[in-house]
């Protein structure tokens, strides 16, 4: 069965640091692909970043990047020099060859100005 | 491009009632999923149909909980009977038919049970 895990409920930063989310997962497949997904305020919620097993390179999209340590199965979210607008909850999801997105619990960020 | 079109965003509806909820996915997406999300369970997934054929059926949602994808454009969520407990959002996803594809949602119909 797919598993994924985020310890970290809420963090706090202020603006412009660098912060990072935890994420483990738990999977029997060789082949998987890792997600870091946002939800606004208002419910929506909107891809960020992804990250194939298969590739050593750590994902980078703008101010995003992953911290993909496979051995570990952990895949940290960072994000840099942070602003107002990245307050929101940040959710960690797992896709398997299968089919079905698995979800951790969420991060709930919030950057202080 | 549209996106994830789902309906209707707010519903109230009394304890035994029927309610179906709506959701029309992206134009072109092969999956498309329904999530249950709360805050105390987060996001639980409901069904899974790829190309209309349902791939997942949630499990412990069979009961009251059945979704329909009627053609390749559109999608029902019928809950019957409501419940108090069933008070949350629920989230239409539709991707392309890779795995490795990411999931668009939609704003979400949030239902209130009373």
């Known amino acids: 069965a797919q598993k994924v895990t985020q310890t970290q409920t809420s963090i706090s930063v202020m603006e412009k640091t660098t912060v990072t989310m935890d994420c483990v997962y738990e999977?029997?497949?060789?082949?998987?692909?890792l997600f870091w997904y946002k939800q606004t305020a208002s419910g929506e919620i909107v891809f960020l970043i992804r990250q194939d097993s298969y590739k050593k390179e750590n994902a980078t999209v703008g101010h995003y990047s992953l911290n993909f340590q496979k051995p570990k199965s952990s895949i940290g979210l960072i994000i840099t020099a942070t602003q107002i607008e990245d307050s929101a909850v940040y959710f960690c999801a797992m896709r398997t060859m299968g089919y079905k997105l698995t979800f951790g619990t969420g991060t709930s960020l919030l950057v202080d100005p | 491009d549209a996106g994830v079109t789902q309906t209707p965003r707010h519903e109230v509806a009394e304890k035994g009632q029927t309610i179906i909820l709506k959701c029309e996915p992206v134009?072109?997406?092969?999956?498309l999923f329904w999530y249950r999300q709360t805050k105390i369970q987060g996001l639980e997934l409901l069904s899974y149909?790829?190309?209309?054929?349902?791939?997942?059926d949630g499990g412990a949602f069979k009961d009251r909980f059945k979704a329909e994808m009627l053609n390749s454009s559109f999608s029902t969520l019928k809950i019957q009977p409501t419940e108090p407990k069933d008070s949350a959002v629920y989230l239409c996803?539709?991707?392309?038919?890779?795995?490795?594809?990411?999931?668009?949602f939609g704003e979400g119909s949030r239902l209130i049970v009373v």
């Open positions: 999977t029997q497949d060789s082949s998987y692909f």
């Open positions: 149909f790829r190309s209309k054929s349902l791939m997942e």
């Open positions: 134009s072109g997406h092969n999956d």
């Open positions: 996803a539709s991707s392309t038919g890779t795995s490795g594809n990411t999931l668009y």
